[in-house]
């Protein structure tokens, strides 16, 4: 069974640090894309950040450069985003998703071949 698992979320204060994980099983995730998306309440889903499938090349939203980094371990099938300088703003269900031999140019415009789950973000305090 091919799934994506999230994990990592958590409540947090603002200015606070998360990474998140995103753990693949069932496939290897070496021939794909990646990307993280969040969903906050009542908005529409957003592309975070982008990796390519050797992790060489990366994008953001502007609403997170220069405080995201996404990163990738194919050796160990896993996905990571690190997260800093939390903002309220950032508060949101987050899901990775998975493109096979997807597009990073196209990555986060979320048409994706496999999603997890997703794991929640508060930050507040």
């Known amino acids: 069974q091919l799934q994506l698992v999230e994990s990592g979320g958590g409540l947090v204060q603002p200015g606070g640090s998360l990474r998140l994980s995103c753990a693949a099983s069932g496939f290897t995730l070496d021939y794909y894309t990646i990307g993280w998306f969040r969903q906050a309440p009542g908005k529409e889903r957003e592309g975070v950040s982008c990796i390519s499938r050797s992790g060489g090349s990366t994008n953001y939203a502007d609403s997170v450069k220069g405080r995201f980094t996404i990163s990738r371990d194919n050796a160990k099938n896993m996905v990571y985003l690190q997260m800093n300088s939390l903002k309220a703003d950032d508060t949101a269900v987050y899901y990775c998703?998975?493109?096979?031999?997807?597009?990073?140019?196209?990555?986060?415009?979320?048409?994706?071949?496999?999603w997890g789950k997703g794991t929640l973000v508060t930050v507040s305090s």
């Open positions: 998703a998975a493109e096979l031999v997807g597009r990073l140019d196209l990555c986060r415009t979320g048409g994706m071949d496999y």
